[in-house]
């Protein structure tokens, strides 16, 4: 004969079969234990994580139990530990291309349970470095007095970036067009007509956790040549 027993909640169920008796013998009984396993858990602490493309991501905060670890990624880096609670992560170069990886985490059941899997994900974004070139030295006469960096360029992770000016000579009178963050920094222009040397600094934008990148030009200002004559006319 068969019986089913069912239970959700995890531990020994002793289960007591007897049988019917004819007196004057008695009943006869026995007992089987039925242990109920609990089913694997997973979670992440967030869903979602940023890095910069030369840091290796430390999974936080993620959790399971009554089971097995396998960590798996959609892209090619590497695990330290795959199946470790909190394993570290390194992103490959094909990873900081595509710019966001899966990084998943199955739990698979054991014993009685051994058929049941259970996953998380973090959704990881990698951000590219920001690169700045503020360009090549350059001179201009004072008489002159203007200068387009015209050989300026930003890149990498960077979609903007901004000048400022920060070193003047005394007396300096520089300025730029523009200090206002752009797509266009070499078309910023540059004037002065005090004699000396400028640096003027580009910054990138940046997508934490990466930082800014920079990089300096040194603009010369030459006095413009002069001359006189003791007196407009001689005889």
Do not use: H, R
Not at 152 to 173: E, Q, V
């Amino acid at each position: 004969e068969t019986v089913t027993f069912t239970a959700t909640v995890p531990g020994d169920y002793i289960l007591t079969l007897t049988s019917d008796f004819t007196a004057p013998c008695a009943a006869a009984t026995d007992t089987v234990t039925i242990t109920v396993e609990d089913e694997p858990t997973v979670a992440v602490a967030s869903p979602t994580a940023t890095i910069c493309f030369d840091d290796m991501f430390t999974v936080a905060g993620s959790t399971s139990t009554n089971g097995t670890i396998a960590w798996t990624t959609s892209g090619t880096g590497t695990y330290d530990n795959a199946t470790a609670e909190n394993p570290i992560y390194t992103a490959s170069v094909q990873d900081v291309s595509a710019g966001v990886v899966t990084l998943t985490k199955t739990v698979t059941g054991t014993g009685a349970c051994a058929s049941s899997t259970v996953s998380a994900s973090i959704a990881l974004t990698i951000s590219e470095e920001p690169t700045v070139e503020a360009g090549a030295a350059a001179s201009l006469c004072s008489d002159n007095g203007a200068y387009t960096l015209s050989d300026a360029t930003i890149g990498g992770g960077a979609t903007t970036g901004t000048w400022s000016l920060t070193t003047s000579p005394a007396g300096g009178d520089g300025a730029l067009s523009s200090t206002v963050a752009t797509a266009n920094p070499e078309a910023v222009t540059f004037t002065a007509t005090v004699p000396g040397d400028y640096i003027l600094t580009l910054t990138s934008d940046f997508t934490a956790p990466c930082v800014a990148a920079t990089d300096t030009v040194t603009i010369t200002v030459e006095d413009e040549p002069t001359v006189a004559v003791a007196s407009p006319t001689a005889t």
